[in-house]
C-alpha cells in the first residue's frame, strides 16, 4: 500500500516561546520532509511514529519522542496512524538543549505537561499560568534521558519497507531471509547485504530489536509477560523471559518494575 501525505496547515507563526501542535495522523500518511526556524520535539500520545533525520529512519513509542534542532531536515509519519502532540521551542527558549537529534525518554510528568499546555493554549495566560507550564515542560526537556537507540527503520520507498511494516504489524510472522528474498524478489545474499547497507544491521538482529521494542510497548500498554511472548511469537513464556534477560540484563517483569520506581523519583 502506498503512504498519503498530510499538508502543513497554512499560516503558521514562530512560537513564543511554546506552541503546541495537536494533530490525528491516519494510518499510511506522513508530513514531506521539511525544517523549522526554531526547535521541535516529535511525539505522540498514542500510537507509533516513524521519523526519518539525517537519512536515518526509525520508529519511536509514546513512551519516546525526538529532539530536533532548529533548521534540521526531517520526516514524520505514522504506519498504523497516531496522536501527533509535537512542541515548536523558540532558539531562545531552548539554548540550553541539545545541539544535535535525540531520542529520549518522554516521563509521566512530561506527558501530562503535554497534555495540559494543549488543553490551555488558545487561553490567554492572565495569572502566568500557561508561563509556569511552558517552564516546567522546558524543565523537563534539560532533564530528559537520552536514548541509545530507537528501532531503525529502511528508507521511505525502498523494498526492504515491505518486510519491516509486516513484521511490525505481525512479529511473530515466522518467515526466514530465504521465503523473505523470494517474496521481494531479491537473493538471500542481496537481501542480506541491502538491510546491513539500509538498516545498520543484519535482519536478525533487527528482528531481534523489534520483538524488544514491542514487548516493552505491549508490556507497557499493560499486556502481562505469557500474553505478550504469545504475540510476538516465542513458543513459551520461559523463551521470551530467557531472550529478554539476555538483551536487556534483567527480567521483563524486573525491567517494568524498574521503570515504575524510576518515574516515581
Not at 66 to 86: I, K
Not at 115 to 121: D, K, Q, S
Not at 213 to 231: N, P, S
Request: proline share 7%; hydrophobic share 40%; net charge positive.
Amino acid at each position: 500500500m502506498t503512504w498519503g501525505t498530510i499538508e502543513a496547515p497554512p499560516g503558521t507563526l514562530p512560537p513564543q516561546p511554546i506552541t503546541v501542535r495537536a494533530q490525528s495522523i491516519p494510518a499510511r500518511h506522513f508530513f514531506p520532509e521539511h525544517a523549522h526556524h526554531w526547535n521541535q520535539m516529535v511525539y505522540a500520545i498514542s500510537g507509533v511514529l516513524t521519523v526519518t533525520v539525517e537519512g536515518h529512519s526509525f520508529v519511536i513509542s509514546p513512551e519516546q519522542a525526538v529532539w530536533l534542532p532548529s533548521g534540521l531536515l526531517h520526516r514524520v509519519g505514522s504506519l498504523l496512524g497516531a496522536e501527533f502532540r509535537s512542541l515548536w521551542i523558540a532558539d531562545e527558549a531552548g539554548r540550553s538543549l541539545s545541539a544535535s537529534p535525540t531520542v529520549f525518554s518522554v516521563t509521566p510528568l512530561l506527558k501530562a505537561l503535554i497534555v495540559e499546555v494543549t488543553a490551555i493554549e488558545a487561553e490567554q495566560d492572565r495569572d502566568g499560568y500557561a508561563s509556569r507550564v511552558t517552564e516546567l515542560i522546558l524543565d523537563q526537556l534539560r532533564r530528559a534521558r537520552p536514548l541509545p537507540g530507537a528501532l531503525p527503520w529502511p528508507r521511505g520507498g525502498s523494498v526492504l519497507t515491505t518486510l519491516c511494516e509486516t513484521l511490525y504489524a505481525d512479529p511473530a510472522d515466522p518467515r526466514g531471509p530465504e521465503a523473505w528474498s523470494r517474496e521481494l524478489g531479491l537473493s538471500e545474499r542481496t537481501l542480506g547485504r541491502r538491510f546491513e547497507a539500509e538498516v545498520g544491521m543484519s535482519l536478525r538482529s533487527w528482528r531481534r530489536r523489534l520483538r524488544l521494542f514491542k514487548a516493552i510497548e505491549l508490556m507497557g500498554g499493560g499486556l502481562d509477560v505469557t500474553r505478550t511472548a504469545m504475540e510476538l511469537g516465542y513458543g513459551s513464556t520461559s523463551a521470551f523471559v530467557y531472550a529478554f534477560r539476555t538483551e536487556i540484563g534483567c527480567s521483563p517483569q524486573a525491567y517494568m518494575r524498574g521503570r515504575k520506581v524510576d518515574r516515581s523519583k
